[in-house]
Every structure is written in structure tokens, then in C-alpha cells.
Nanobody, 124 residues
Framework: QVQLVESGGGLVQAGGSLRLSCAAS????????MAWFRQAPGKEREFVTA????????YYADSVKGRFTISRDNAKNTVYLQMSSLKPEDTAVYSC?????????????????WGQGTQVTVSS
């Protein structure tokens, strides 16, 4: 089991930036895909972006492409989500997750471990 702890959420004005971090511990593996999902009140959980530990392949949802960047620091077992040009509709609880499946899954049911989530609020 992989333990994931997110940090870096907060309140920001529209157009601003935030960086989220997800620190992994426990039975970590370079065969994992690491993803960020988000869930706004009254809405379903939404895939945001993901990266594979090994190789660094990435994939982004259309809604964040060009504004968000996912990266990882293998030495620190940490994945980052740099969010820029934030919009009020980006407001949500952001959670990181780990998947042992091949490729870059976008379905949350294919992720085995989840962090507790961090709130991101973008004011207009």
C-alpha cells in the first residue's frame, strides 16, 4: 500500500497560481502512474492529469491543458501540480492517487491509493 499526503492548497484570486505537492511513502514503485483528480461540491470526481514515475509520460484533461503542469521528483518521491491562470471553476478538493495499471488511467476506479485531498479555492 502506498501512502499519499497532499499539501499546497489554499485561496487564490482568478489568474493566480498555486503548486500542490503529493508525497508518497510506503510500498512505492516506479511502475506506478500518479494522478491528480478533483471534486467540486455536487459534482463527480474529475481526472485532471497524470504522470508515470518511470519515463515521465504525462496526460492532461482538456480543461487544464496549457495551464497546469504535472511533474515528479523521484529522489523525493513527490509529485507536483503547478496550476497557473486559475479560474473560479478550478475550485475543488484536489486529491492525488496512485495506480499500478499500465499506461495512464483516467478512471478513478483504476487507482489503488488516495491521499486525503487539499482544498483549492479560486475567487473571482
Amino acid at each position: 500500500q502506498v501512502q499519499l499526503v497532499e499539501s499546497g492548497g489554499g485561496l487564490v484570486q482568478a489568474g493566480g497560481s498555486l503548486r500542490l505537492s503529493c508525497a508518497a511513502s510506503g510500498r512505492t514503485s516506479r511502475d506506478y502512474a500518479m494522478a491528480w483528480f478533483r471534486q467540486a461540491p455536487g459534482k463527480e470526481r474529475e481526472f485532471v492529469t497524470a504522470i508515470r514515475w518511470s519515463g515521465g509520460n504525462t496526460y492532461y484533461a482538456d480543461s487544464v491543458k496549457g495551464r497546469f503542469t504535472i511533474s515528479r521528483d523521484n529522489a523525493k518521491n513527490t509529485v507536483y501540480l503547478q496550476m497557473s491562470s486559475l479560474k473560479p471553476e478550478d475550485t475543488a478538493v484536489y486529491s492525488c492517487a496512485a495506480s499500478r495499471h499500465l499506461g495512464i488511467p483516467t478512471n478513478p476506479y483504476m487507482y489503488d491509493s488516495w491521499g486525503q485531498g487539499t482544498q483549492v479555492t479560486v475567487s473571482s
